[in-house]
């Protein structure tokens, strides 16, 4: 173990960014800036330092994937592991989903701990998530990789952001391991950045914890603020403190938890009448505001439930794995279709009233006629559509204040959303089922929608299942149709890779790829034509980028993957004969990829590839005039004389 540890390449965690961190601070690793905050116990600012719910989230290569981490020391807890308290918990993502990978167990002394948690054959792209310890203030964090190999910042985690204050159950006290959290758990299954702000024993709804949620970006607020408080505490800090977030967050959907039912109480009578109080106090003060006219506020009761069996307690009262697994469960559905109702899941919508819409829907297919998409699209029997191409896009219109749309995703994408003139917004896409507020608040008469996938095939497949607006409102066709229609086929350039970066240093993210501000959209706009998009980043005309060989096996060159129905999907082709469009230019931009670092093809081996990838087009019916490659990569002036031959060849042709 000693010498795969030394073999390893170290980085310092916090350059590739810390996610479900809800403010910057001084210190990397700590949760909340507590100089700001000097009215802070010492005991609450020694919490805040500590990492739960904090990640690293980074992508690497590398076979061997390893941790070398310090924590501040403190007494240890009666009831929590040490993994829980000062380790540390590995997740991959395999095929959409959060599993767990690994567990770093701390040193025993505490001072300096090294693991390695992953030992592998592969090499391809693992997308992980790496929790820090949840009651231990991390001095410093690094990870190792094998040399040579690549180590980069996974995407930000994109979702609205909800943050989550409370006791010790929220701060994750007798969790087995970090990740086993419920807020952490809720996280991952949701899709949803949430910002753990737990404060075991101190969730009390004091000004301060007020002052420090108000002054937090959030889209909506869950609180576990019964626990620690007495009945009395409740009653006189709950409107004050929901005051003080109104005054920042007036929109916001606030949603209490009603504390655990404390499996001993019915062996401890002054236990049990202070908790049937504190129970009590908690919904006649939620009553009372809600009674002043208060909106958007939500009293989940039983809000942590962890079962009637009393197995889900490690002490009686903090939830086991069991406990939390029982808590979940129950708050899933509920949260999914409050923060659903409020547009929150992937794309937030406030409403003007600050209220979150409702009503009785009306439901069209997303195979509906009305709807137009423009791409490589997949309609199936059940009334969904499918697609992962980067570019795709559709329009419809619609009368009504409001439109939804219900969606699946492989992965992650994100799109870009414009109704009627106004501007385009960003929203993504992710897990099953999502209920995404298209729009809401519009007045009278027809609206227009456009919306377009910004992000590569290799960020997920959508599967778009219908559509609702209210009842008593229609889609109507898009009649706005345009005479010209042009393909792009490409690379990187035409993908939109890194358009929206803020220099050319900074680490790829997928929230930074936008295909509407590429070369091809634009100059298919100037001509007022439709568009289709096949490319994907990295790929050449015979060779991909960083292709240690001359060749790159023809299946991953776009000469292979232009033939698909889907760009991650080799076995399924695209119906050319059935296609609705048929574009009158097709635009290449490729060899840029063919010609990057490493050995480059021959000039018989690119001209060879160039006239098999036209010979394809010809065969299915498409233009055949090629454009040239971009004029900025390595071997520009090489390419560019193959280009020009290759179209002379095709106009005598």
Known sequence: MGTVRAQLHYVEASTLGILHKCCSTEQPYHRVDTSRYPTLTSAQKELLSQGAGLAVGFTTDSRTIGVRWQCRPRKPLHNASDIAQSGLDLYVRDSGRWVYAGSAVPSAAETLSESVLVRRTGTEPLECLLYLPLFREVVSLQIGVDRGSRLSAADGWPGNRIVVYGSSITHGI?????????????????????????????????????????????????????????????????????????????????????????????????????????????????????ALGYRNIWLLDPGLDTGVDREGTIDGTHPNDLGIERIVDRLLPQLTAILSRCGIGTAAVNSPTGDCPGGELRRWPATDPSVRYVGRVVRSGNGSVSFDWTGSYLTLCFT????????????????????????????????????????????????????????????????????????????????????????????????????????????????????????????????????????????????????????????????????????????????????????????????????????????????????????????????????????????????????????DAAQCD
């Open 174 to 290: 007798a969790a087995s391991r970090p990740g086993m959290a419920y807020v952490a758990r809720l996280s991952r299954a949701m899709g949803l950045d949430l910002c753990n702000l737990g404060l075991s024993g101190n969730g009390t709804m004091t000004p301060t914890h007020a002052r420090i949620l108000a002054e937090t970006r959030a889209d909506a607020f869950l609180l576990d603020c019964f626990s620690n408080p007495s009945a009395e505490v409740i009653r006189h800090r709950l409107r004050p403190f929901v005051d003080t977030l109104r005054r920042a967050h007036p929109n916001a959907p606030l949603i209490f938890l009603q504390t655990l039912y404390r499996t001993h109480r019915p062996f401890n009578p002054s236990l049990d009448a202070a908790e049937s109080a504190k129970r009590r106090a908690a919904r006649e003060a939620f009553a009372g505001l809600q």
């Open 400 to 647: 009504g204040s409001s439109l939804r749309m219900r969606v699946s995703d492989t992965g992650r994408n994100y799109y870009n959303l414009r109704i009627d003139n106004d501007s385009s917004r960003v929203l993504s896409t992710f897990g099953r089922d999502s209920s995404i507020l298209l729009a809401s608040g519009l007045g009278p008469g027809i609206h227009r929608l456009w919306l377009q996938k910004r992000t590569e095939g290799r960020e997920g497949r959508t599967t778009i299942h219908e559509f609702a607006t209210e009842a008593g409102d229609s889609l109507l066709p898009d009649t706005l149709r345009r005479n010209r229609h042009i393909e792009f086929i490409g690379d990187s350039y035409t993908c939109g890779y890194g358009v929206e970066g803020r220099n050319r240093h900074e680490h790829f993210r997928a929230e930074t790829r936008n295909s509407d501000r590429t070369y091809a959209c634009l100059t298919a706009r100037s001509f007022d034509a439709d568009y289709t998009l096949v490319t994907r980043s990295g790929r050449g005309v015979v060779r991909n980028y960083g292709e240690k060989r001359r060749l790159s096996p023809v299946a991953g060159t776009m000469t292979g993957r232009m033939m698909h129905l889907y760009d991650e999907v080799d076995s399924l082709l695209w119906d050319f004969s059935r296609s609705p469009w048929h574009p009158d230019a097709v635009v290449f931009n490729l060899g840029t990829n063919d010609f990057s670092r490493g050995p480059h093809p021959t000039d018989r081996q690119f001209r060879r590839g160039c006239e098999r990838l036209l010979a394809q087009i010809r065969q299915v019916g498409r233009p055949s005039q090629p454009f040239g490659p971009t004029q900025d990569c390595p071997a520009a002036d090489s390419l560019c004389c193959h280009i020009d031959r290759l179209a």
